[in-house]
């Protein structure tokens, strides 16, 4: 039994399967699927908060990067590249979701007044459940509210465990950029989760 692939073997691997998709052999591209669609769907369910549009995330980015193989160049490895896709995608949805949402909120409620916003903060500790579910909401929200630079960069830093150099690979952004990007969005959670902290 064969033990885990170190990152080069993977990549050469990767190569492998790569060129045999590029020549139109569905199995190379079937490896390749197989491979990375735990890691796209994670990085997805934690971009869109839920496993309906995850899944979508996850088929759209692999028809995607199958259409698009030819133009996959091995600067930088497959999994980033195909994170790029995946993020893109995730994002491109939050935002069509923030717009309908936006339209709907101004049609339904002309104060724009979130229960969530005015309930108070302190929670009875012996009810658990609904602390664990209040905090899920906020942080769902605060999520939301961060820029989808920083959203991205958190992600892919503090749940995929990308370096800051593949962070900056996938968002086409430098390194001291992308530093800042996790560390506004790291200090703008801690604001909003702050007062649940009890």
Do not use: C
């Amino acid at each position: 039994m064969q033990g885990p692939q170190s990152k080069e073997q993977m990549e050469d691997s990767d190569s492998v399967a790569i060129s045999l998709a590029k020549a139109g052999d569905s199995d190379g591209f079937r490896i390749l699927v197989d491979r990375y669609s735990r890691g796209v769907f994670r990085l997805a369910y934690r971009m869109m908060g839920n496993e309906f549009d995850a899944e979508d995330v996850v088929q759209e980015t692999f028809l995607r990067a199958y259409k698009q193989i030819d133009h996959y160049e091995s600067r930088s490895s497959f999994s980033t590249w195909l994170y790029r896709i995946a993020a893109n995608y995730s994002l491109d949805l939050l935002r069509a979701r923030k717009r309908q949402q936006e339209r709907q909120t101004t049609a339904t409620d002309p104060d724009g007044i979130d229960l969530l916003d005015v309930l108070p903060a302190d929670v009875p500790s012996q009810d658990r459940m609904h602390y664990s579910n209040q905090m899920k909401q906020h942080l769902r929200k605060a999520m939301a509210a961060l820029s989808d630079q920083e959203r991205t960069a958190f992600v892919l830093r503090h749940f995929e465990g990308l370096s800051i150099e593949e962070i900056g690979d996938v968002l086409k952004i430098g390194t001291s950029a992308t530093k800042n990007s996790i560390f506004r969005a790291v200090r703008k959670l801690r604001g909003a989760l702050e007062p649940l902290m009890v």
